[in-house]
């Protein structure tokens, strides 16, 4: 029967799925794949669903001639933890999981969104801390989100989402930064990079990690946003230089930051955590249940197809 390896625990109805179609093996460790481990994996198992953290780089396939895995069936949208040109090269076909994740990680950039500008994790440390005493006029201000301007950079299927919410559900105007001008069913206006950070009152990043973006917003793009702006990402953290982040936000160069992903995951910069006007969370995008039960059906899916000899349904390469 067909050995795949399932890198991280999944849903149990994900895992009951696949061991109807596989002979599964439950890696039942939190931690990514070592190096050792993934080159012991390509050569055991006839198909691997891997995901964030799971570093298969070039270095991975060096040493994989014919490798007995031919396919990496990836939990999550993000693949950049993937070298797919790299896989390709040794005959491995790479799948993700796009749209399962599309509405959750936009709520969740919506959320960091709402927590950044009105201050609500400040608010919340305050009152559980027993230091509130009591509503006043001038307390806790934070910045009015109805009617501003959002700007997008990334204009996918997850930025669109982020955008819709923004445009339909609070009347903000509609910047953003993409490789091309795209048809969307609310006006939006495309502007370069820079512009875009100079007029937004929130910029949301939503573009895909990989090399390309590393470091897309640096020192440059940050010191051009406005002194009450806010900066949100829920796409991969090392699209932002952290530490140039860090610098503007001690300057006082921009009003706040919400971040669901890091530079140097799981790692928390101590200034980052030690900063009232910086939103944390722990890669919450597409924690809910269903969703993570949609994520895992598809990467079974594509599991399936490629082990039947169909079409696959989200190749990546």
Not at 48 to 57: A, E, R, V, W
Not at 88 to 96: H, K, L, Q, S
Request: proline fraction near 4%; glycine fraction near 10%; aromatic fraction near 6%.
């Amino acid at each position: 029967m067909t050995r795949v390896l399932i890198t991280r625990r999944l849903p149990d109805t994900v895992l009951r799925e696949a061991e109807k179609h596989f002979e599964i093996e439950l890696r039942d460790e939190a931690a990514p794949l070592k190096l050792g481990q993934m080159r012991g994996a390509l050569a055991l198992y006839d198909g691997i669903l891997p995901t964030l953290g799971d570093m298969f780089s070039d270095e991975a396939f060096a040493e994989a001639e014919n490798p007995r895995c031919k396919i990496l069936a990836n939990f999550g949208v993000g693949y950049n933890h993937i070298d797919a040109e790299a896989a390709r090269a040794v005959g491995i076909a790479v799948t993700n999981t796009p749209g399962a994740v599309t509405d959750a990680t936009a709520d969740i950039a919506m959320t960091l969104m709402l927590m950044s500008a009105r201050r609500a994790g400040e608010g919340e440390r305050m009152v559980r801390a027993g230091l509130w005493t009591g509503w006043q006029p001038t307390q806790m201000l934070g910045l009015h989100l109805s009617g501003k301007t959002v700007g997008v950079l990334g204009m996918g299927r997850i930025g669109q989402a982020i955008a819709r919410r923004c445009h339909f559900g609070f009347g903000m105007d509609v910047l953003y930064a993409n490789r091309s001008e795209k048809e969307l069913e609310f006006p939006a206006e495309k502007l370069s990079p820079l512009a875009l950070a100079a007029r937004a009152d929130v910029v949301v990043i939503a573009m895909p990690g990989g090399d390309e973006t590393h470091h897309f917003v640096g020192t440059e793009f940050l010191r051009a946003m406005q002194g009450h702006a806010h900066l949100i990402n829920i796409a991969r953290g090392n699209i932002v230089d952290e530490a140039a982040l860090i610098r503007v936000l001690e300057e006082g160069g921009i009003a706040g930051a919400g971040l669901d992903v890091y530079e140097h995951e799981p790692e928390v910069p101590e200034a980052l955590r030690a900063m009232e006007n910086v939103v944390l969370l722990p890669h919450l995008g597409t924690a809910a249940l269903e969703v993570r039960e949609a994520m895992g059906y598809m990467a079974v899916e594509n599991l399936r197809a490629f082990f039947a000899g169909e079409t696959l349904p989200n190749l990546v390469n």
